[in-house]
């Protein structure tokens, strides 16, 4: 188990690298449910953004607690990736805004043409 110092000091690294980077949350399509659902992987994955908000991005209240390890089951606290899915609401972004050994925390953000 990770010290929460330590998750809290890698999610502040993540912020700054996903600026200085210009990172924004990746965004999922209605048309990719279907593939993403029958085990097609994500386009390189969520991006680790931490405490960074790409401007003009908004970050809503849902946070989810996800399995990175791909060894979870479905009746574990953390959802599974095809659990997490089944929340997505497509054209909404996503990304990890902190991370364990074991799971991680993805935010749902509202692109900026969305609003």
Excluded: C
């Excluded at 998750?7 to 399509?29: G, Q, S």
């Excluded at 994955?45 to 401007?55: D, H, N």
């Excluded at 908004?58 to 996800?66: A, C, D, E, L």
């Amino acid at each position: 188990m990770m010290d929460p110092r330590v998750i809290h000091e890698n999610a502040l690294k993540a912020a700054r690298k996903a600026a200085r980077l210009k990172r924004i949350p990746l965004v999922i399509e209605a048309e990719d449910l279907p593939l993403l659902a029958e085990g097609e992987p994500l386009r390189g994955g969520f991006p680790f953004l931490g405490t960074y908000i790409p401007k003009g991005w908004t970050r809503t209240g849902n946070t989810y607690f996800v399995d990175s390890s791909g060894w979870g089951g479905s009746g574990e606290l953390a959802l599974t990736l095809k659990q997490l899915l089944a929340k997505v609401v497509p054209g909404r972004g996503y990304a990890v805004v902190e991370a364990g050994q074991f799971q991680v925390y993805v935010a749902e953000y509202i692109p900026p043409k969305a609003k």
